[in-house]
């Protein structure tokens, strides 16, 4: 449903985001990932259409967004960094200026600005001026604007940015709500908050995309736990003849108990590798405590793209991270 190619954007000399491409399909709920400074709202602004792009092409249904500009933004709710500060209006005031501007009228607007309201639970402050509402509730309410017209695309920077664990977690609550009728695309600098709402992760720095992977996958190494009865030496020469077994270290050993880490190679399934290690260590009459595939952690991997590994590296920033 979007399609963005090597999308640029220049402040003057300043390069903020350079050779950005990467699609999405609808139904996802994909997390844009980055420090500070990384590029993530830059990129945001360019795809809810307002920030022109310095370079590069974003297709939204089929459509050049440059193109069909106003009936596209019709389409995509936008929650911006930071809300438009109207603070004298009351809630309700802004969500019908806001509908307003999104082209509803008279009846279909007031339906509208009341489903908006229940899907974001604020009717208790409908008459609060906005200056007044806790930061939670300002986000909640940033997020009504951008349901307004049932958009097929949501663009949320930072939607849990100031809000405390209780509002994080109801904020959370209400993006996977939302996620159930539209594509969205979150920005955040917290892993955990990819972890916790997205199927996959777009990952920022200096400008440049340098990840783009599904959580499932990212979570997944290519490293088996072991721990059996064998020895070390018995481990090795059993082993040896499984295809896909690349290297085994040993992480402690005695004549009764034998833990090592199995380092796969590139090729292959890792539960049908799985199955033949268990198999044949069984088959010699071993004992098997333990077989598991070592799951990633994604903290680590996060500091590692974001910190040491040169950009445009994938491959190396995940066997690296492992
Ligand atoms: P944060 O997590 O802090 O919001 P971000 O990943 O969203 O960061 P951007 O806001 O896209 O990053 O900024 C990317 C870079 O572009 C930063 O170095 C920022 O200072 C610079 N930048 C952003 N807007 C402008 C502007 N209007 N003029 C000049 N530089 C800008």
Do not use: W
Not at 14 to 34: H, P
Not at 51 to 68: C, M, N, R, T, Y
Not at 267 to 277: C, E, F, H, Q
Request: aromatic fraction near 4%; charge should be neutral; include cysteine.
């Amino acid at each position: 449903m979007l399609k963005v190619s090597n999308l640029k954007r220049a402040y003057g000399d300043f390069v903020a985001a350079d050779s950005v491409s990467f699609s999405i399909a609808k139904g996802e709920i994909v997390g844009l990932l980055g420090h500070n400074g990384a590029g993530k709202t830059t990129v945001m602004k360019m795809l809810s259409g307002y920030l022109e792009p310095s370079a590069g092409q974003i297709v939204f249904e089929g459509k050049q967004l440059a193109d069909h500009l106003k009936v596209l933004q019709q389409k995509i709710g936008y929650l911006p960094e930071s809300l438009p500060v109207y603070p004298e209006l009351s809630v309700a005031e802004y969500l019908d200026y806001a509908a307003e501007l999104k082209g509803l009228r008279g009846r279909d607007k007031q339906q509208e600005v009341k489903r908006v309201v229940n899907a974001t639970d604020i009717a208790a402050k409908l008459l609060a001026p906005i200056a007044t509402l806790s930061r939670g509730y300002k986000q909640r309410v940033g997020v009504a604007q951008a349901l307004l017209g049932k958009p097929s695309l949501l663009i949320l920077d930072e939607p849990t940015n100031g809000l405390d664990p209780q509002q994080t977690l109801q904020m959370r609550e209400l993006i996977r709500a939302i996620a159930k009728d539209a594509t969205v695309i979150l920005s955040t600098h917290i892993m955990q908050e990819v972890e916790a709402l997205c199927d996959r992760v777009l990952m920022m720095r200096a400008g440049q995309l340098v990840l783009d992977e599904k959580l499932a996958e990212l979570r997944t190494s290519r490293s088996l736990l072991l721990s059996s009865s064998l020895s070390a030496d018995e481990v090795k020469q059993t082993l040896a003849t499984i295809t896909g077994v690349k290297a085994i270290d040993f992480l402690a050993s005695s004549s009764a108990e034998t833990h090592a880490r199995i380092h796969l190679g590139e090729a292959g399934d890792v539960k049908a590798i799985s199955a033949a290690i268990a198999k044949i260590l069984l088959g010699s009459g071993a004992d098997l405590y333990q077989l598991q595939a070592e799951t990633r952690d994604l903290e680590s991997l996060f500091r590692e793209v974001n910190n040491n590994l040169p950009l445009q590296n994938n491959k190396e920033a995940l066997d690296h991270a492992a």
